[in-house]
């Protein structure tokens, strides 16, 4: 059972550089997301897919863009790295909600680095 | 905007104490209220609790909501060492259900 795969793992970019960040999932799911983890911060939203061909914006979404051309397949970009992107990175997926919520599935997270 | 707010921020316990830990929540709907616990990498999730006044438990973990305090607690007892991870407390809201995280508990149990 792979359930949300994330690649890579670890990173080290330079300033400036650019990075794709591919998260699969295999569960059918409708709803993919990517969070950052910063210590001492939770997890924020970056940003989210209810759907393919569909994208919006989280609580953070400065200096990154995304795209859901395939259900399966979200994709987070960094067009020009900087050191406050340093953090790790988690994409989830979820269940479309019908009368309820479902809880959301976890990738094991990308370290990035960027220096 | 949705609020998740955990006390405490971190805790020490030696293994074989309970421990409770604690989610408030400001929200503008409210759909359920979920734990997570995180390790080394990714969140796994624990529970999924919706309605107030009702347990659920796992082994040595439970939790309950309470509405009205807008709040909800996780209970560990007989903490081991393997206990020792971030707790997170998450609302989903919006259309996409996304989840606004509170900014977790940091717990260390001792041998």
């Known amino acids: 059972n792979a359930g949300v795969t994330q690649t890579p793992k670890f990173r080290v970019l330079k300033t400036g550089q650019s990075m794709t960040l591919l998260c699969a999932q295999d569960?059918?799911?409708?709803?993919m997301y990517w969070y950052r983890q910063d210590p001492g911060m939770g997890l924020r939203l970056i940003h989210y897919s209810v759907g393919e061909g569909t994208t919006a914006k989280g609580e953070v979404p400065d200096g990154y863009n995304v795209s859901r051309l395939k259900k399966q397949n979200f994709l987070l970009g960094l067009e020009s790295a900087a050191p406050s992107q340093t953090s790790v990175y988690f994409c989830?997926?979820?269940?479309?909600?019908?009368?309820?919520?479902?809880?959301?599935?976890f990738g094991q997270g990308t370290r990035l680095t960027v220096v | 905007e949705d609020k998740v707010v955990q006390s405490p921020l971190s805790l020490v316990v030696h293994e074989g104490d309970t421990v409770t830990l604690n989610c408030s929540y400001e929200?503008?709907?409210?759909?359920?209220l979920l734990w997570y616990k995180q390790e080394k990498k990714a969140p796994t999730f624990l529970f999924m609790l919706?309605?107030?006044?009702i347990e659920k438990k796992s082994g040595r973990l439970s939790s309950i909501l309470d509405k009205k305090e807008l709040s909800s607690i996780l209970n560990i007892t007989a903490t081991q060492t393997g206990d020792s991870a971030i707790y997170l407390c998450?609302?989903?809201?919006?259309?996409?259900?996304?989840?606004?995280f509170g900014g977790g508990t940091r717990l260390m149990v001792k041998p």
């Open positions: 989830a997926s979820s269940l479309r909600a019908g009368q309820g919520v479902t809880e959301a599935f």
């Open positions: 929200v503008t709907n409210f759909r359920s």
């Open positions: 919706t309605s107030s006044g």
């Open positions: 569960m059918n799911h409708e709803y």
């Open positions: 998450a609302h989903p809201g919006g259309a996409g259900n996304m989840l606004t």
